[in-house]
Each structure stands twice: as C-alpha cells, then as structure tokens.
C-alpha cells in the first residue's frame, strides 16, 4: 500500500511562487511513475505533470509548460512541483498521485494512489 501525503499549499499573490511537495510512504519508491494533478472549484480534476520513474523524463499541460517544474529525491521519497508565475486559475486543490512502473501519462486512470490534497489559492 502507498501513502501519499502532499503539503506546501496556502495562499499567493498572481505572479508569486509556491513550492508544493509530496511524501510517499513506500519501500520502492524509486519504481513509480508519479503525478500532479488539480481540481479548481466547480471544474473536473485535470493533469498538471508528471516525471518517469525511469530516468526521470517529465511531461506537462500546456497551461503550466514553462512555470511549473516537477522534480522527485528518491532516496527521501519525495517528489515536488514548483509553481512559478503563478496565475488566479493555478487556484485548485492539487492532488500527487503514483504508478508502479508506469509510464509518463496524463490519464487519472492510469494512477493507482492518490494523496488527499493540498489547496493552493492565487489571488490577484
């Protein structure tokens, strides 16, 4: 079983920088493909990006391509997303998710685990 349990949310002003982060609680970390996702309010939860297990290859949406960087330690099990030039509809409940040994993919199906999320409000 993996757990995943995200922080790093709260409230910032358009423009500014939030660095999210995400601890999985499990023994072979290494071999999981992990993934951001969001859930603005009102809206269905969409990908944001995600970072191979194997050599760490990443894709993103187009709306964070260029402001949003994933980037995973595994030796600590953890995996990050930092979220620069930050705009009022980045506003959403951002949700980590896992896969063992799965590809880079942007379909919430594909994801076995998910964290319970964390809320991230831009103002402007």
């Known amino acids: 079983q993996v757990q995943l349990v995200e922080s790093g949310g709260g409230l910032a002003q358009a423009g500014g920088s939030l660095r999210l982060s995400c601890e999985a609680s499990?023994?072979?970390?290494?071999?999981?493909?992990m993934g951001w996702f969001r859930q603005a309010p009102g809206k269905e939860r969409e990908f944001v990006a995600a970072?191979?297990?194997?050599?760490?290859?990443?894709e993103y949406a187009p709306s964070v391509k260029g402001r949003f960087t994933i980037s995973r330690e595994n030796p600590n099990n953890m995996l990050y997303l930092q979220m620069n030039s930050l705009k009022p509809e980045d506003t959403g409940v951002y949700y980590c998710?896992?896969?063992?040994?799965?590809?880079?993919?942007?379909?919430?199906?594909?994801?076995?685990?998910w964290g319970q999320g964390t809320q991230v409000t831009v103002s402007v």
């Open positions: 499990v023994r072979d970390y290494s071999l999981y493909t």
């Open positions: 970072i191979y297990w194997k050599g760490g290859g990443s």
């Open positions: 998710a896992a896969i063992r040994f799965g590809s880079v993919t942007a379909a919430q199906r594909d994801y076995d685990y």
